[in-house]
């Protein structure tokens, strides 16, 4: 099976290398040889085992009767989108590893794999190394999926646990992220969540078949969490960590969310650490399952394109199935979303802060008779389930916290 690659950047060539490596045990997988006989990309690679492979012209690629597949591994949607619709309207199979894309223009990419007789595949997409898409759609095919939460991001939950372990500055933290190659030069879509909200609209999409677009979803990072936050949660029995949630309401609506969250040190995603990610999944019948691995990566993530090559391979001629859709969901708005809070706040505001909790309905506990934080400067509080709408309005008549973050129970 001759395949062409798209980007020669981190996840193309890790794909060109688990090719390479894994020669046999991706013939037993797929059925026949996989060999990569393009790879597209702006530059030239002298010395590169492949150098003699690389082209220049995407014309080349799609024009050769030869190519059965191709994966797309450039991110961002163009030309990557321009090319995958060439690649599929002529019913050449396509598998990526591009969110952006995925989450852009998925549904219509389906649609033409589809009409073509080929596949668009996209495991790589989510999770990197863990094959939780591939998992929805076959074991748990039967099953009537009601919510999935997962640490998405590698990056930041390296920073959160080292953070945690040693007591330093998100700045600090980051700082040596970027030195060890986990964090990119401008961490913003890593540190703003806004990769990991990419990755929980695609998972609402396929628990729901219905379209869950990023920009509907509710969005915060982890820039504002302090090392002091992590000696309430450690006396709280909490971890923090940056969570994108999608669950199921009983009128048939979606609550997405991607905010860091308290969750307590007996919840299956407590002990998931450093670049690590997992997603847990919630099923009427099953119950709790939880998936973990290698949330990203070189290796991870190419791994995840090429299980998708394989099976693929081993279904030439057929559409392999992958239910998004073009119809949009119905999202709970983000401010009738219900938790309960964390609240921080200066000593010299607790009356004010005390004053605009109770004049809005909202009960709460005092932490300091739980536990000594050691903090003298703060008070800190949790709230009672208040909508986040209803908190915000509040806290208007208040100072601002020091901090705000909500709870997750199991």
């Known amino acids: 099976m001759k395949i062409a690659v798209l980007g020669y950047g981190t996840v193309g060539s890790g794909v060109v290398s688990v090719i390479d ?164 030069k401008d961490p913003t879509a890593d540190v703003e969540g806004h990769d990991a909200c990419r990755k929980i609209a695609i998972l609402a999409s396929l628990i729901s078949n219905r379209r869950v677009r990023h920009e509907q979803v509710m969005t915060e990072g982890i820039t504002k969490i302090t090392r002091d936050d992590f000696i309430y949660a450690r006396g709280m029995q909490r971890r923090i960590k940056l969570l994108g949630h999608a669950e199921k309401t009983k009128d048939g609506s979606l609550r997405v969310i991607v905010a860091p969250f308290l969750i307590p040190l007996t919840h299956p995603l407590s002990g998931v650490d450093d670049v690590f990610n997992a997603v847990e999944v919630t099923s009427n019948m099953l119950g709790v399952s939880m998936y973990y691995g290698r949330g990203a990566g070189k290796e991870a993530t190419a791994s995840a394109v090429v299980a998708d090559i394989c099976e693929i391979a081993r279904n030439q001629g057929a559409y392999v199935e992958r239910s998004l859709t073009k119809e949009e969901a119905s999202l709970v708005d983000a401010a009738e979303q219900t938790y309960k809070f964390f609240v921080r706040t200066a000593a010299k505001d607790k009356d004010a802060m005390i004053t605009a909790l109770s004049d809005g309905g909202i009960a709460y506990e005092d932490l300091r008779r739980q536990f000594d934080s050691g903090i003298t400067s703060e008070e800190a509080y949790v709230t009672a389930p208040v909508s986040y709408g209803t908190l915000q309005k509040a806290l208007q008549n208040a100072p601002a916290p020091l901090s705000l973050i909500r709870l997750l129970d199991i």
């Open 21 to 184: 490596t894994n020669k046999e045990e991706i013939k037993s997988s797929a059925g026949e040889g996989v060999e990569v006989k393009y790879i597209l990309d702006l530059r030239s690679f002298p010395n590169d085992p492949h150098e003699r492979d690389v082209v220049h012209d995407f014309d080349i690629i799609v024009n050769d009767k030869e190519i059965r597949l191709i994966a797309e591994t450039m991110g961002g949607t163009e030309p990557a989108r321009t090319f995958t619709e060439r690649a599929l309207q002529k019913g050449i199979s396509v598998v990526t590893s591009n969110k952006e894309l995925v989450d852009a223009h998925g549904a219509e990419l389906i649609e033409i794999a589809k009409a073509n007789n080929c596949s668009y595949l996209f495991e790589a997409s989510v999770g990197g190394g863990i094959p939780i898409l591939h998992t929805l759609h076959t074991a748990l095919k039967s099953e009537r999926i009601e919510s999935v939460t997962g640490i998405l991001n590698g990056t930041t939950n390296y920073i959160l646990t080292k953070m945690e372990a040693v007591g330093a500055d998100f700045a600090d933290v980051l700082k040596k992220a970027q030195e060890l190659g986990y964090a990119e």
